[in-house]
């Protein structure tokens, strides 16, 4: 059998914008995190709360950051 395997393309912009959507997800986790900490609430946020919002924010900053990436990419290749 002769299969043949299409070589995929990866995009130049994709690690830029993966990297700033780390970034950004990092930096608003920090300002979530600390300002949860702040908070002068009787019972604070468990732990696994904490670590699960984290998550999320990584996963929607870098999963936006991957739209505005093929957003970025249609624009330019309709020029």
């Known amino acids: 059998m002769n299969v043949q ?8 912009l994709r690690r830029p914008f993966v990297a700033a959507g780390a970034i950004v997800g990092a930096v608003a986790s920090g300002f979530y995190l600390y300002h ?3 908070r002068a609430t009787v019972v604070a946020d468990p732990i696994w709360t904490r670590f699960v919002n984290v ?15 093929r957003g970025v990419e249609r624009f330019i290749r309709k020029d």
């Open 5 to 12: 395997q299409k070589e995929k393309t990866v995009s130049k």
């Open 36 to 38: 949860s900490a702040a």
């Open 55 to 69: 998550a999320l924010i990584m996963f929607v900053s870098i999963y936006l950051a991957n739209l505005l990436r």
